[in-house]
């Protein structure tokens, strides 16, 4: 049973708009939050992290938000560059060290 | 500058025939995670080890085994592997350092090794 969604498989954004990939998730045990970004032929990268703490982390141009009572996480990537073209997962933990991951979004930005 | 290596990259292996898949790291972090990632799918926790300790996933096959001679080196062996296994193995690494806020301990992933079962 899949504990951490990611309902859109792909995302197709204009260089220098708002990305913003989704996340849901079902168990409200889960406290701590990342987003990984991978590349074809390589590992998840991290990216950003959240815990339940905040409703708001920020680095650079990435932003992640959480709506705990929503079970809903989001990142969004302003402004997006062609570089960001990559699969992003969200991963989700009750004690910050095993992750349940989301299926991926596939995020395309065209120039 | 590789953190976490695993070789080989493809593994091609028969219907049966046990295959081990191997990750090193120097990063020296205390946590070393296995996860298979079939197509389209998302990476699934086999097992982990927290230094030597080893804590298996529930719904982890008894197929699958792992073993952690050292603190760089962590191996996956797969008994007799089925054509349901074929898929990427993902190798990770987290700090897991005592008293440290956990929500901190993000993994660091290899590349993977894509596993085919001919």
């Known amino acids: 049973d899949q504990q951490v969604k990611q309902n859109s498989p792909s995302l197709s954004v204009q260089e220098g708009r708002i990305s913003i990939l989704n996340c849901d998730y079902t168990?409200?045990?889960?406290?701590?939050f990342l987003w990984y970004k991978k590349y074809p032929a390589e590992g998840p990268t991290f990216l950003i992290s959240i815990s339940s703490i905040k409703d708001k982390n920020e680095d650079g141009r990435f932003t992640v938000f959480l709506n705990k009572s929503a079970k809903h996480l989001s990142l969004h990537i302003v402004p997006s560059q062609p570089g960001d073209s990559a699969v992003y997962f969200c991963a989700a933990s009750p004690t910050g060290n095993q992750f349940y991951f989301g299926t991926g979004t596939s995020l395309t930005v065209i120039p | 500058d590789a953190m976490v290596i695993q070789n080989p990259r493809y593994q091609v292996t028969q219907f049966g025939k046990p295959v081990t898949l191997s990750c090193s790291q120097t990063l020296n972090h205390n946590v070393m995670y296995w996860y298979q990632q079939k197509s389209s799918q998302a990476p699934k926790l086999l097992f982990h080890y927290y230094d030597k300790d080893f804590n298996n996933e529930a719904d982890t096959p008894d197929n699958f085994q792992s073993r952690r001679p050292n603190t760089s080196f962590c191996f996956l062996d797969i008994r007799s592997p089925g054509l349901g296994d074929a898929a990427m193995y993902l190798c990770?690494?987290?700090?897991?350092?005592?008293?440290?806020?956990?929500?901190?301990?993000?993994?660091?992933f290899g590349p993977g090794t894509r596993l085919t079962v001919t």
């Open positions: 168990n409200s045990m889960f406290d701590y």
């Open positions: 990770a690494t987290s700090r897991g350092a005592i008293g440290q806020t956990f929500w901190l301990d993000e993994q660091y």
